[in-house]
């Protein structure tokens, strides 16, 4: 099983991306799937999570109403669209696959990280 995330990159404050997590060799039918994110020097963190059969989701309270978790069935893909961008959102991303929809990294997959970068 491997997660790729991606589509990270440089953004100015107020600006957007989207980032996206595919699993090659399993797919998201009856999974968790979260993001997660580590700043340099501190402790990975949850961002958000859906449970892919039934779209429910779970938000970290700094990004409530500024980040979407999504998921494209057609794909098996998940995405992360992040609104509203701040210097404090720079970290690297990291999806996660896993059986339990949870804010903990109690997940059974990870990808390897996209860089998220937003100047102020």
């Known amino acids: 099983v491997q997660l790729q995330a991606s589509g990270g990159g440089l953004v100015q404050a107020g600006g957007s991306l989207r980032l996206s997590c595919a699993a090659s060799?399993?797919?998201?039918?009856?999974?968790?799937v979260g993001w997660f994110r580590q700043a340099p020097g501190k402790e990975r963190e949850f961002v958000a999570a859906?449970?892919?059969?039934?779209?429910?989701?779970l938000y970290e309270d700094s990004v409530k109403g500024r980040f979407t978790i999504s998921r494209d069935n057609a794909r098996n893909t998940v995405y992360l669209q992040m609104n509203s961008l701040k210097p404090e959102d720079t970290a690297v991303y990291y999806c996660?696959?896993?059986?339990?929809?949870?804010?903990?990294?109690?997940?059974?997959?990870w990808g390897q990280g996209t860089q998220v970068t937003v100047s102020s």
């Open positions: 996660a696959d896993g059986g339990l929809l949870t804010t903990t990294p109690l997940y059974d997959y």
């Open positions: 060799g399993r797919t998201f039918k009856s999974d968790a």
């Open positions: 859906i449970w892919w059969s039934s779209g429910i989701t």
